[in-house]
């Protein structure tokens, strides 16, 4: 079996439609105020929330399914190394074993992702999936790829599962918030693990921790959606600070991502304004 | 209730653990690294396919199993400084050169229509052979000194054996044709071979000789 796989790779049955980011966003049943860029919170009381809920969650079980495969390709793609004198491509024994456990975990999630798609009444397929998660999980240096992975994209999942799990108590859905917050507690540990390997792996090499963490910051801008996931209140998905701060998060931490959140939101309408205009223009 | 001082026999009658073992200590560090290689390459192998396998249920179930595997490599790690063994790593490998071949043939198939030969290399052909080996292994150590390794076997052979029935019955669903019960057949001999020729998944010995005549190994360690 190969090594490094790329997003183009990932198995998938008949059912799945792989889509581009642009068109996954703009499809317009994530809700007409969010295809219209006015995004709003996911609330129960607008029109378009249970086509936006779905959408969501059919998301969510697609990134699942992504976070499964790149927890389980950490733990094939890198050789252990011994304790002490690891080479760049080289993990701790250990470090896989926490992998496995992130295997365990995202299988669960998938089937529980997968029940409440049913119970909120969308089917696999329905909507598009975007291979871009686990591209996250294709960086060759372990040490960027768990910071990708456990920091940005299961930071990421924490923010997701708790704004769903708010939806389920305000639209008075018992089910989906009890499973949501089984998730979140799950998500909170591989956070959690990913801060931790982080400064193992690098506290002999600033170098290579700069490095990860700015590849973090990468990683984090791109999953910002151009202002879905922020702290203002139109942006669909809010940080959970409470969560990533169990998680190993510090205060400036997550100041950090908020302001990558506003400035990708401000270059997405950047790029709206021009297209606008060019748009104006040619039709002119 | 009866007397507290009244002696007691320190063997209740329905404890009939015995001291004797057919393992000393050295073989069974030697036995557990093998473990836990083996171990190793399997969960390695099964989070790898997890991305390479299009059948979503089974998708699923391979990262369940991945960790069941993981955890009996830990178990493994864990007990080796407990037989005397300070550098885990120094013990963890294949036993030769066979076996090592042998795991690299199963974890092998990485193509999106490899599903049944994934399966079959785990489900018909390594794990009956782990059950195999742990099961000796049980039978034969002593059931005083060796205590913790049984424990952990049986905590191994529990998954072992329910991981067994899943992959059963994943395969009997894929298995749908003539074709597809000889590309089962062939894997399964391709592997088979492999292990014939290297005695086992711990070498020759792995379930000790059927055929040996002289008595009961465990006897024999106790002059």
């Given at each position: 079996m190969k090594k490094l796989l790329t997003p183009e790779e990932l198995a998938r049955d008949d059912r799945f439609e792989r889509a581009d980011m642009m068109d996954r966003i703009q499809d317009p049943r994530n809700g007409s105020e969010a295809a219209n860029r006015g995004n709003g919170r996911l609330r129960p009381d607008r029109a378009d929330a249970p086509d936006a809920a779905r959408a969501l969650m059919h998301g969510i079980f697609v990134g699942e399914i992504q976070a499964l495969e790149g927890a389980g390709r950490t733990c094939y793609d890198f050789e252990v190394g011994a304790?002490?004198?690891?080479?760049?491509?080289?993990?701790?024994?250990?470090?896989?074993?926490?992998?496995?456990?992130?295997?365990?975990?995202?299988?669960?999630?998938?089937?529980?992702?997968?029940?409440?798609?049913?119970?909120?009444?969308?089917?696999?397929?329905?909507?598009?999936?975007?291979?871009?998660?686990?591209?996250?999980?294709?960086?060759?240096?372990?040490?960027?790829?768990?910071?990708?992975?456990?920091?940005?994209?299961?930071?990421?999942?924490?923010?997701?599962?708790?704004?769903?799990?708010?939806?389920?108590?305000?639209?008075?859905?018992?089910?989906?918030?009890?499973?949501?917050?089984?998730?979140?507690?799950?998500?909170?540990?591989?956070?959690?693990?990913?801060?931790?390997?982080?400064?193992?792996?690098?506290?002999?090499?600033?170098?290579?921790?700069?490095?990860?963490?700015?590849?973090?910051?990468?990683?984090d801008k791109l999953f910002s959606f151009g202002g879905f996931r922020g702290e203002d209140e139109e942006s669909p998905v809010h940080l959970a600070r409470r969560f990533r701060e169990l998680a190993g998060f510090d205060d400036a931490e997550m100041e950090e991502i908020a302001e990558l959140s506003r400035e990708a939101k401000s270059e997405v309408e950047e790029r709206s304004r021009l297209a606008r205009e060019a748009n104006e223009t040619a039709s002119a | 209730?009866?007397?507290?001082?009244?002696?007691?026999?320190?063997?209740?009658?329905?404890?009939?653990?015995?001291?004797?073992?057919?393992?000393?200590?050295?073989?069974?560090?030697?036995?557990?690294?093998?473990?836990?290689?083996?171990?190793?390459?399997?969960?390695?192998?099964?989070?790898?396919?997890?991305?390479?396998?299009?059948?979503?249920?089974?998708?699923?179930?391979?990262?369940?199993?991945?960790?069941?595997?993981?955890?009996?490599?830990?178990?493994?790690?864990?007990?080796?400084?407990?037989?005397?063994?300070?550098?885990?790593?120094?013990?963890?490998?294949?036993?030769?050169?066979?076996?090592?071949?042998?795991?690299?043939?199963?974890?092998?198939?990485?193509?999106?229509?490899?599903?049944?030969?994934?399966?079959?290399?785990?489900?018909?052909?390594?794990?009956?052979?782990?059950?195999?080996?742990?099961?000796?292994?049980?039978?034969?150590?002593?059931?005083?000194?060796?205590?913790?390794?049984?424990?952990?076997?049986?905590f191994a052979l529990q998954d072992e054996m329910e991981d067994w029935r899943d992959g059963t019955l994943m395969l009997t669903s894929l298995i749908q044709s003539d074709e597809e019960v000889q590309r089962a057949a062939d894997h399964q001999a391709k592997l088979e071979k492999l292990l014939v020729a290297a005695g086992g998944i711990c070498g020759p010995g792995t379930i000790g000789d059927a055929y040996d005549l002289s008595g009961d190994p465990a006897r024999l360690t106790v002059a």
């Open positions: 304790t002490g004198k690891l080479d760049d491509e080289e993990v701790p024994f250990e470090l896989k074993l926490d992998m496995a456990r992130q295997c365990w975990d995202e299988a669960r999630h998938c089937e529980i992702s997968v029940k409440l798609s049913e119970w909120m009444g969308t089917e696999i397929g329905e909507f598009g999936e975007n291979a871009f998660l686990f591209q996250a999980a294709c960086n060759p240096d372990p040490v960027l790829r768990l910071t990708g992975v456990n920091r940005a994209l299961e930071g990421l999942a924490i923010d997701v599962f708790n704004t769903m799990k708010e939806f389920g108590d305000l639209a008075g859905d018992p089910v989906l918030e009890f499973c949501e917050d089984w998730m979140l507690a799950d998500e909170v540990t591989h956070v959690k693990m990913g801060s931790d390997w982080l400064r193992k792996l690098t506290v002999n090499d600033k170098d290579r921790q700069k490095r990860a963490l700015e590849f973090q910051r990468v990683v | 209730m009866a007397d507290s001082k009244k002696p007691r026999a320190p063997f209740a009658p329905w404890d009939r653990r015995e001291l004797p073992g057919a393992f000393s200590v050295e073989e069974t560090a030697a036995r557990v690294g093998q473990y836990k290689w083996i171990e190793m390459k399997l969960f390695e192998a099964l989070g790898g396919w997890v991305a390479t396998v299009p059948e979503l249920d089974i998708k699923m179930r391979l990262g369940t199993h991945c960790y069941h595997h993981a955890w009996h490599a830990d178990l493994w790690h864990k007990r080796l400084p407990e037989l005397r063994e300070m550098n885990p790593e120094r013990l963890t490998g294949p036993a030769s050169p066979e076996v090592e071949a042998f795991m690299d043939a199963v974890a092998e198939p990485g193509e999106h229509d490899q599903t049944i030969e994934k399966l079959v290399g785990v489900y018909r052909v390594l794990i009956p052979h782990k059950v195999a080996a742990y099961t000796y292994h049980l039978n034969n150590t002593s059931t005083i000194t060796d205590a913790p390794t049984i424990r952990s076997l049986k």
